[in-house]
């Protein structure tokens, strides 16, 4: 069984920092890819950011550059997202998504059809 568990969402304020966390069960960190999606209301899901054992290669949607951090553990197997310089249009609920196969996440962004999805956690940035 592949289990995906977010941690760490909450309120942040503007110009602050969050740290969301992915523990990962039953997916091999060392073939796998993860990365990490949200979606605020009225708003499209959007790719947010992935890491793939594929080289490795990260991907960041532009939004974010410069800003977020996303960093795995293999010991822990547990991803982050380190959250800087937060800004309310960061507001959204969060999702873990792993894939037991590599090349979901390239330098070209997230290729859709994750399997398996996190729960999610709600970031809330105030203004």
């Known amino acids: 069984e592949v289990q995906l568990v977010e941690s760490g969402g909450g309120l942040g304020q503007t110009g602050g920092s969050l740290r969301l966390s992915c523990t990962a069960s039953?997916?091999?960190?060392?073939?796998?890819?993860i990365g990490w999606y949200r979606q605020a209301p009225g708003k499209e899901r959007e790719g947010v950011a992935c890491?793939?054992?594929?080289?490795?290669?990260?991907w960041y949607v532009d939004s974010v550059k410069g800003r977020f951090t996303i960093t795995k553990d293999k010991a822990k197997n547990t991803v982050t997202l380190q959250m800087d310089n937060l800004q309310p249009e960061d507001t959204a609920v969060y999702y873990c998504?792993?894939?037991?196969?590599?090349?979901?996440?390239?330098?070209?962004?997230?290729?859709?059809?994750?399997?398996?999805w996190g729960q999610g956690t709600q970031v809330n940035v105030s203004s």
């Open positions: 890491v793939s054992s594929e080289g490795p290669a990260t």
């Open positions: 039953g997916l091999d960190f060392d073939e796998s890819t």
């Open positions: 998504a792993g894939d037991e196969l590599p090349f979901y996440c390239s330098v070209y962004g997230m290729r859709p059809g994750y399997d398996y």
